[in-house]
């Protein structure tokens, strides 16, 4: 298996992967995703990576019709909206990301605890190509 670093980058070199990685402090034990270097609850400097299994549930959502920049430059806007939600990972840790697959026309019926797998998204052109974590029902 590939072997990331705590930088950044390599949060996106991992979803390139197919995979999700996170920290696990060594000291309290707390996972963050992404990777950490500094531990947010105790502030140890000493992690590890850890490897998600890109599973976990829908604990909130919105719908956005009025998009961040990005979004709108790659066709998100006030007719064609999108489901953004704090997906609760299998191993604890939250995280955002953009939900696909969903009845956007009916958030109503959403429901919390949709079960939910990670997948990817990739907009932009060859060298200009920016991959991003995004969840599908599973
Ligand atoms: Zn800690």
Same mark, same amino acid.
């Given at each position: 298996?590939?072997? =990331? $670093? ?26 963050? #995703? ?5 531990? $947010? ?7 590890? +990576?850890?490897? =998600? ?9 919105? #719908? ?11 066709? =998100?806007?006030?007719?064609?909206? =999108?489901?953004?939600? #704090? ?34 998204? $990739? ?7 920016? +991959? ?7």
């Amino acid at each position: 298996m590939e072997n =990331y $670093s705590m930088n950044s980058n390599d949060f996106f070199k991992a979803l390139e992967d197919g995979a999700l990685i996170g920290s696990r402090c060594l000291d309290c034990g707390t996972m963050a #995703v992404p990777q950490r270097q500094i531990c $947010s609850k105790c502030l140890s400097s000493k992690s590890k +990576i850890v490897h =998600y299994s890109g599973n976990g549930s829908l604990s909130a959502f919105t #719908v956005i019709s009025v998009p961040s920049m990005w979004m709108s430059e790659v066709g =998100y806007n006030g007719k064609n909206p =999108y489901c953004v939600g #704090v997906v609760a990972l299998d191993e604890g840790p939250k995280i955002s990301a953009q939900i696909l697959d969903m009845d956007i026309s009916m958030p109503e019926n959403i429901q919390i605890g949709t079960k939910l797998t990670m997948t990817t998204v $990739s907009h932009g052109e060859d060298g200009n190509r920016k +991959i991003h974590l995004a969840f599908k029902p599973v």
